[in-house]
């Protein structure tokens, strides 16, 4: 069995990334921009954000942080959108969520101008992907994508099974492996038989939030399967596969930690360059 090692992938694209950056620097004498906005002392956003900020500066982007109290007003926060989306030094604008209850967080996707949404929440970059155009796209399927095409270049007709179907991951993902040719089912918490469905698949994509929901048994000889999940368990972190059952069938698994996270944040920066250079045009 392949272990995919993420964090391996991301170092690999960073340093891709940061070579990029540099010609950039030559070429139009600026780097690309990234630019975060914080809400609130929640510890994991804040891990996140301080994650995005380290691995920007490390890939040679000009990076900064907006920090706000969790008691903004909504008003305030689109007023910096607004002003960030006219600054010609930032290429890519992020929000970090969730997001305080008294800001509505589709507002705030809607304000970010389509040209530097690097989340690739805005319904004209979601319309997009699906229409198959070019656009920003999220960046944990984008970053699953690239794990699978590592290992299996050629994904024309393979069968796909995406298990959960959010915004985030699922339905984006589905995208990706529709644009290469995969035959697609995705699966949700009504499926009649999830077990039934994953063992038709030559990829898994499980994004869903129950620890160990894919077992062993689900997974067919020479399957790749990708583990988004994070969930906090009494053994400590673990995905929504079961690791050890589900190794002994795959043809690859990526672990948790250090599969799809570590591409998580890589391909965050790779939206801000690709967003820099479609400016440029
Ligand atoms: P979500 O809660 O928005 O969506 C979960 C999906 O799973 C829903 O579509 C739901 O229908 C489906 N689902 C629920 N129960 C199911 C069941 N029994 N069978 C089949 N489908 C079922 O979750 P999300 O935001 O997509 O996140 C999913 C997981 O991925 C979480 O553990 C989250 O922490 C993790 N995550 C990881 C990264 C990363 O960088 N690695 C990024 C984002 C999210």
Known sequence: MILIDG????????????????????????VPGLTVILIGDMTPSQIYVRNKEKFANEVGLK?????????????????????????????????????????????????????KDVDGFHPMNVGNLSSGYESSV????????????????????????????SNLNGKPMMQLLLKENCTVTITHSKTKDLKLECLEADII????????LVKGDWVKKDT???????????????????????SKNAKALTPVPGG????????????????????QI
Do not use: W
Request: glycine share 6%; proline share 6%; hydrophobic share 40%.
């Open 7 to 30: 964090k391996k992938a991301a170092a690999e694209l960073r340093e891709e990334l940061k070579k990029e950056v540099i010609e950039l620097k030559a070429k139009y004498n600026k």
């Open 205 to 212: 994509v499980a994004a869903v939030g129950i620890p160990e």
């Open 138 to 165: 999220p960046c944990t399927p984008l970053g699953c994508y690239l794990l699978i095409k590592k290992i299996e270049p050629n994904l024309n007709g393979k069968k796909a099974v995406i298990v959960g179907r």
């Open 63 to 115: 990076s900064e942080v907006i920090k706000y109290p969790d008691t903004v007003e909504e008003k305030t926060v689109l007023e910096k959108i607004e002003e960030l989306n006219k600054d010609e030094t930032v290429s890519g604008i992020l929000v970090q969520l969730p997001l305080p209850k008294h800001i509505d967080k589709q507002k705030v996707i809607e304000t970010i101008i389509p040209s």
């Open 260 to 279: 799809v996270g570590p591409m998580t944040i890589a391909c965050l920066l790779k939206n801000t360059v690709e967003c820099f250079k479609r400016s």
């Open 224 to 246: 790749i399967v990708i583990d988004v999940g994070i969930n906090k368990t009494d053994k400590g972190i673990v995905g929504d596969v079961a690791f050890e059952e589900v």
